[in-house]
């Protein structure tokens, strides 16, 4: 008898553990949080109706983030992004900064001090408010070539995107600095450093990697050389190579541009270039379980709302704007792997940031 209560409690252990475990409590090995810049609910319609694969689709998990930051109902990117990126709310145009003057502790340092390998990928400059609040710490989002020099000397593994105008001196053609430092210069000491797609594509089995593909931003999706998809495909590779594990924030960030500009035709592609890039994620989340896969969006750009199109030929065909700037309007956050179940229902987005640092330091 005792022996058969044993093996029941047993059992019975072991079916709470698996529950546990189903419910989000193992932490993830790795973490992939993708970020749509003004991707609110309509953007992702039109994304979803303009495609005949969406792979947002394959998510079960999804939730509802709001947004605001802590001086303004309507965020912008820099307090969207560091709450995302820390776990706190801090004032619009700060990058990972209190309004007293504090530096806020990223979750890509929180993820180097247990280990893991940091990466960021973006189809702006990396110097931009959404990739520098996982960068960098300033009090102002529009001191570029500060966030630079924070860069430069950061502990990071990839860097994807555009910008290296504020890398090189004064001195230089194209520089937008005013002094003569040359970050440029101090990352190609410790890491491969390339600033084109040709070298991009060319470069193999390399351990870190800068690659700045355009003075500034990139092109838009429509015109752009390389897809966020390859961009994204590339780190994986180099990030992946890391048993501890690798945490890649990469974002979308001309979905709020085309927002910005209440552009129907910018907007739609930007939206599918980010999906693809999101597919490449989770079809590497189906060969590493252990990876959590987080889609949401720092803020809604433009009142996006679609009036026409169809769904048998894939295309919106009408919409329309209520502003050029952000809304306050809530963001979709969709969730894939350990630690899913943490991202459900109605929450602040400072549940990004806070869930991803205690993931990085439980494991």
């Known amino acids: ?15 709470l553990a698996a529950n546990a475990a189903e419910k989000g409590n193992t932490p993830p090995g790795n973490i992939i949080l993708y970020i749509g810049d003004g ?14 694969k969406f792979n947002l689709d394959r998510f079960s998990n999804i939730g509802l983030l709001t ?62 408010a959404t990739p520098a609040c996982f960068l960098a710490h300033v009090d102002s989002r529009s001191k570029n070539t500060e966030i630079a020099d924070q860069i430069a000397a950061a502990d990071i593994d990839v860097l994807i995107g555009g910008g290296w ?32 797609v040709a070298e991009f594509r060319a470069t193999k089995d390399v351990k870190r990697l800068a690659a700045f593909l355009a003075p500034k931003d990139l092109p838009k999706a429509t015109e752009r050389e390389v897809s966020l998809a390859e961009l994204t495909s590339k780190a994986f590779a180099i990030l992946s190579k890391n048993e501890q594990g690798f945490i890649l ?8 541009w085309a927002g910005h500009d209440n552009n129907l035709e910018y907007l739609v592609p930007e939206v599918l270039d980010f999906d693809a890039a999101v597919g490449v994620g989770l079809d590497f989340a189906e060969e590493n379980a252990e990876t959590l896969v987080l889609v949401t969006a720092d803020h809604e750009t433009g009142g996006f709302a ?15 704007f209520t502003t050029g700037g952000h809304t306050g309007a809530m963001v979709l956050v969709f969730s894939k792997g350990p630690g ?24």
């Open 1 to 15: 008898m005792m022996r058969t209560l044993f093996l029941s409690l047993f059992v019975f252990t072991i079916s």
């Open 39 to 52: 991707m609110g609910v309509s953007q992702v319609t039109a994304g979803k109706i303009a495609s005949k």
């Open 67 to 128: 947004t605001h930051s802590m001086d303004k109902l309507i965020t912008d990117s820099a307090a969207g992004a560091t709450a995302m990126s820390t776990g706190f709310k801090t004032n619009n145009k700060m990058i990972s900064f209190t309004p007293d003057g504090k530096a806020l502790k990223t979750v890509f340092e929180h993820a180097k001090e247990h280990g893991w390998s940091t990466g960021a990928v973006a189809t702006c400059s990396i110097t931009h």
């Open 165 to 196: 105008t504020y890398f090189i001196p004064q001195t230089e053609e194209n520089s937008k600095r005013t002094d003569d430092k040359n970050p440029l210069a101090e990352m190609e000491g410790k890491m491969t450093v390339v600033k084109s």
């Open 249 to 256: 924030m990469v974002e979308g960030s001309q979905i709020d």
């Open 306 to 320: 679609i009036h026409g199109g169809s769904i048998a030929e894939n295309v919106v065909s009408e919409a329309g």
């Open 340 to 363: 899913e179940d943490f991202f459900d229902g109605i929450q602040d987005n400072t549940i990004i940031g806070k869930k991803l640092i205690d993931f990085v330091k439980a494991k």
